[in-house]
């Protein structure tokens, strides 16, 4: 029996991307990549056998459904895999694509309440049962300054629906914030206001089927992009992390990839912040293990979970990021040692170039960025991101 399969994915920009391709292609799988930016891992890789320049989502998401269609006919797929903030749009077009291969993705109402930060802080505390920080939806510049008054303490505002921390503040004296400190807030752009919790930042990775756990991984994240994007991950195996997934999908009955962020107080207590329902850089603690690959065809198995706690690292992020947070000798030797000891994730011996093709992405980002005024991250999703558009 053939068991080689034919997988599309999309999103072949993110090193988390090129990492499923090179598991589902040591596995014996063919992968083709779909992607609307002109540069981009994938177009590098030899574990993806050929690739699709597609409509961009965000502009043009009829057209980009019609062409996903069009590939998926076209190269017989078996499997569609949506990795990054793409997976929006799949999902609202799912039942045009379901007729042309299996996909990899809940519904856009069921991602809509996860992606959705007041939402899914209501629905894990109030239907799940897990400690969330005290959170309050704002939809006027009126109501921020009363939220900000009443505040106990520190507090965290961010959008309902952003990525990366992009646009996360933390105002430590709220009640002296000034109208000046506050960001544009509307009903059509509401924010939360979110109780700060001091302590370690986990997140989490996972796959399931049916409410069952296929896949799982959690990490710490100690150095980030900016102030959310992790770019260091080492296999934690918290035990409270991995409850509150297991119960979080056999209570929701989810299908599909799933991950997390958590805040574990100073007293140890966890709190769920928030979810990301698509692809994250959890899947680089799987690398050659080729066993995971099983877990997104839904064949039944022990859930997987990451070997050991080799760390691994995005290695240019790690010396643009990483090195300029150090504050301290003693961080500078933490960070030395993280260093070198860690596996850089977009390196392989056997699969070389993609390694030096970030540069070209990067270059075209910086270019988009003088064009544009955003940042590098903001433009790395300009064409992508979802923002609870109907």
């Not at 400690?131 to 505002?157: C, D, F």
């Not at 000034?178 to 544009?184: E, F, I, V």
């Not at 992020?317 to 030797?333: D, T």
């Amino acid at each position: 029996m053939n068991t080689r399969k034919t997988v599309v994915l999309t999103g072949g920009r993110a090193p988390s991307t090129l990492e499923l391709a090179r598991l589902m292609d040591q596995a014996g799988h063919r992968v083709v990549m779909a992607e609307s930016a002109r540069f981009h891992l994938g177009r590098a890789s030899r574990a993806v056998s050929r690739t699709y320049q597609v409509p961009p989502p965000r502009q043009q998401p009829d057209e980009y459904i019609q062409a996903l269609k069009k590939i998926m006919e076209q190269e017989k797929a078996d499997l569609l895999i949506p990795t990054c903030e793409e997976i929006f749009y799949v999902s609202r077009g799912l039942e045009q694509l379901v007729n042309a291969g299996r996909v990899l993705t809940e519904g856009i109402d069921v991602l809509r309440s996860l992606h959705d930060k007041w939402s899914f802080g209501q629905l894990a505390g109030k239907v799940v049962g897990a400690t969330v920080p005290i959170t309050k939806r704002i939809e006027s510049e009126e109501q921020m300054r009363e939220a900000l008054k009443h505040a106990s303490g520190s507090v965290v505002l961010k959008p309902v629906f952003s990525r990366f921390a992009s646009q996360l503040r933390i105002v430590h004296d709220p009640v002296s914030a000034s109208s000046g400190d506050l960001p544009a807030i509307s009903k059509q752009q509401p924010w939360v206001v979110q109780e700060y919790i001091k302590g370690r930042q986990l997140c989490s990775y996972a796959v399931a089927h049916n409410g069952q756990l296929a896949l799982y991984a959690d990490y710490e994240t100690t150095y980030t992009a900016g102030q959310g994007a992790s770019i260091h991950f080492s296999y934690a195996n918290h035990p409270g992390v991995r409850e509150f997934v297991s119960r979080f999908v056999d209570v929701q009955q989810f299908s599909g990839q799933i991950a997390f962020d958590f805040m574990e107080d100073l007293e140890g207590k966890l709190y769920v912040i928030e979810c990301n329902p698509r692809l994250t850089s959890g899947i680089h603690l799987f690398a050659d293990q080729m066993q995971a690959v099983e877990a997104f065809f839904g064949k039944k198995c022990e859930v997987i979970v990451p070997r050991g706690n080799q760390p691994f690292m995005l290695g240019m992020a790690m010396l643009a990021y990483g090195l300029p947070a150090v504050r301290n000798v003693a961080e500078g030797k933490r960070w030395l040692r993280d260093y070198l000891e860690s596996r850089d994730v977009l390196w392989r011996n056997s699969d070389p170039l993609p390694y030096f093709y970030q540069l070209r992405m990067l270059a075209d980002l910086a270019k988009q960025r003088l064009q544009t005024g955003k940042s590098m991250l903001e433009c790395s999703t300009s064409d992508i991101e979802w923002n609870g558009e109907e």
